[in-house]
Nanobody, 122 residues
Framework: QLVESGGRQVQPGGSLRLSCIAS????????MAWFRQDPGKEREGVASLNTADSSTNYADSVKGRFTISQDNAKTTLYLQMNSLKPEDTAMYYC???????????????????WGQGTQVTV
């Protein structure tokens, strides 16, 4: 189960930290990711983290502004968002995937589990 929180309205240039409590993902390795979706647009990958080695990936649009991380217990995934822009406005979703050959970190079809989303408005 994935439960997101932390979304709210914020002024341009502001910061937010999203949290995703991940139940049942502490054993084994997973690709954890944040996606976002604006109405009428495709759901896009924002950032991912491989729990096996803590390697990360970021969409070009957020590099240098967003940081994905997890706590030591691997129970909570975070997305620190700085220098927020109006184009960052979207519903943000937490997702988890079992690592497998051919997985693309930013392809939504490769993820098995999804949270309900948290709204960010800039």
């Amino acid at each position: 189960q994935l439960v997101e929180s932390g979304g709210r309205q914020v002024q341009p240039g502001g910061s937010l930290r999203l949290s995703c409590i991940a139940s049942g993902y502490t054993d084994g390795s997973y690709y954890m990711a944040w996606f976002r979706q604006d109405p009428g647009k495709e759901r896009e990958g924002v950032a991912s983290l491989n729990t096996a080695d803590s390697s990360t990936n970021y969409a070009d649009s957020v590099k240098g502004r967003f940081t994905i991380s997890q706590d030591n217990a691997k129970t909570t995934l975070y997305l620190q968002m700085n220098s927020l822009k109006p184009e960052d406005t979207a519903m943000y979703y937490c997702a988890a995937a079992t690592p497998r050959a051919g997985l693309r970190w930013d392809r939504r079809e490769d993820y098995d589990y999804w949270g309900q989303g948290t709204q960010v408005t800039v």
